[in-house]
């Protein structure tokens, strides 16, 4: 209830030397308390008119601030949904990336394979005329089959001792008994190749035969046919090749003049 007429009307007492809480104990100890009370209630007005509007301030400040908190809490529960709706659609996006990515592994998988597929089909289609040919060349085969076992097996027993030109006579002889017998066989039939393989010819140039055809034809009788055979060896050749050829089998060597021959003539 203190306004500031009251205190205009205190202010002269306030001002004098002797108005203080020290000379009004001389005077009287309850002079001395209310005297000390006007002087306290004076300062109170002058700072509570400095406060008044503060406090008014703060109590507006602090509307604004709830308000404001309010906003706040409104705005973060909003926040909240939307992240939320964030993170589901986040995931959505994740789940759809990672099917993309997996359709595109697929599609680059399956495109390989195509090209993989396309390439075999050129070349199988390549290849169709050569197993078309193979085909035949093995049917004619199976039909000449008959023939052509004879020959070679005519050739093993019987053109032995002879030479090359001797040995193509007797094969056109039997071509020629052969056709009026009405046996098929290979018109362009070849021996050598029927009896033996590029791989063994090798190995034996390899261990001393000579490369010509009448040695690699010596060649097949000695090692296919059943009866022992008889060399006639004037150059060595054949003794050579034997002994290498037979050289991890045990091989021995003998004359007719050894001493296990002489003691039974």
Not at 45 to 57: D, G, Q, T
Not at 130 to 156: D, E, H, M, P, Y
Request: contains cysteine; proline residues 3%.
């Amino acid at each position: 209830s203190i306004t500031e007429e009251t205190v205009e009307l205190l202010e002269p007492y306030l001002d004098m030397e002797d108005y203080n809480l020290e000379t009004a104990k001389k005077v009287c100890g309850n002079v001395a308390g209310l005297c000390s009370w006007t002087q306290a209630m004076a300062y109170f007005y002058s700072i509570n008119k400095e406060v008044l509007p503060l406090k008014a301030n703060l109590a507006l400040q602090e509307g604004r601030l709830a308000a404001a908190q309010m906003e706040l809490n409104s705005a973060q529960v909003q926040l909240d949904e939307k992240q939320m709706e964030l993170d589901e659609v986040q995931a959505m996006y994740d789940a759809a990336m990672k099917e993309k990515q997996a359709l595109l592994d697929d599609a680059e998988a399956c495109r390989r394979k195509m090209n993989n597929a396309t390439a075999l089909i050129e070349g199988l289609g390549g290849e169709k005329l050569r197993w078309t040919a193979t085909s035949k060349n093995f049917q004619n085969q199976i039909i000449n089959l008959v023939g052509n076992v004879l020959l070679a097996t005519g050739f093993l027993s019987y053109s032995g001792p002879f030479n090359q030109e001797y040995r193509n006579l007797l094969l056109q002889l039997w071509k020629k008994e052969m056709d009026n017998s009405k046996i098929p066989y290979s018109k362009n039939l070849n021996l050598t190749g029927m009896l033996v393989d590029n791989a063994t010819v090798g190995e034996w140039n390899l261990q001393g035969l000579p490369n010509d055809d009448l040695s690699i034809q010596n060649g097949i009788i000695v090692t296919k046919a059943s009866r022992y055979p008889l060399l006639i060896d004037p150059q060595g050749q054949g003794k050579i090749w034997i002994k290498n050829k037979e050289k991890n089998n045990g091989l021995q060597v003998t004359a007719m003049n050894h001493k296990f021959f002489r003691s039974h003539i």
